[in-house]
T-cell receptor, first 108, second 115 residues
């Protein structure tokens, strides 16, 4: 079983839509969690950390459910510039495990 | 966050040759890592670069193929040895400042093609 699993998508949504991605992880002892964004032919860039109580950064909301071992990312009011691949990342004792990424296409 | 410079940004190499990729950070960092991202795939950790000692390699990666140096807290190199077309990939350096709960930050990668 993979350490981190994500729906690869693509999610094709119109501008202004709300879209949610989920990610599951296998190791219940995982310590910290992140969402990264990767544009085509670019390096991954940190979008946000995911905290146990959930956290929000502008249009982006991340949530963690330790009991069910999943992480979510909600994007509100999607912009064209949100089009990218979103990587779910789990930290197990200083070793990062990356999901395969969920591709988002925001269309005019 | 730290500024990470990786070079070369891309290269095209002949089969059987070796290439060394450099990663320079503008501040001292606790941890440095090397990843590979093959076309259409997610990131796979090659090794953790340890300052002053041998790198810690992940399953499937060996020192003879991917020798790594980390002479200080701001610099590391990854060599891809005896390259074959299967080594065509993006190689990424990342750093982590502090320990637990801190994210990693990536260099902009080296796009390597083997003919």
């Amino acid at each position: 079983r993979k350490e981190v699993e994500q729906d690869p998508g693509p999610f094709n949504v119109p501008e202004g839509a709300t879209v949610a991605f989920n990610c599951t992880y296998s190791n219940s002892a995982s310590q910290s969690f992140f969402w990264y964004r990767q544009d085509c032919r670019k390096e991954p860039k940190l979008l946000m950390s995911v905290y146990s109580s959930g956290n929000e950064d502008g249009r982006f909301t991340a949530q963690l459910n330790r009991a069910s071992q999943y992480i979510s990312l909600l994007i509100r009011d999607s912009k064209l510039s949100d089009s990218a691949t979103y990587l779910c990342v789990v930290d197990n004792f200083n070793k990062f495990y990356f999901g395969s990424g969920t591709k988002l296409n925001v269309k005019p | 966050s730290a500024v990470i410079s990786q070079k070369p940004s891309r290269d095209i190499c002949q089969r059987g040759t070796s290439l060394t990729i450099q990663c320079q950070v503008d501040s001292q960092v606790t941890m440095m890592f090397w990843y590979r991202q093959q076309p259409g795939q997610s990131l796979t950790l090659i090794a953790t670069a340890n300052q002053g000692s041998e790198a810690t390699y992940e399953s499937g990666f060996v020192i003879d193929k991917f020798p790594i140096s980390r002479p200080n807290l701001t610099f590391s190199t990854l060599t891809v040895s005896n390259m074959s077309p299967e080594d065509s990939s993006i190689y990424l350096c990342s750093v982590r400042t502090g320990n637990s709960n801190q994210p990693q930050h990536f260099g902009d990668g080296t796009r390597l093609s083997i003919l």
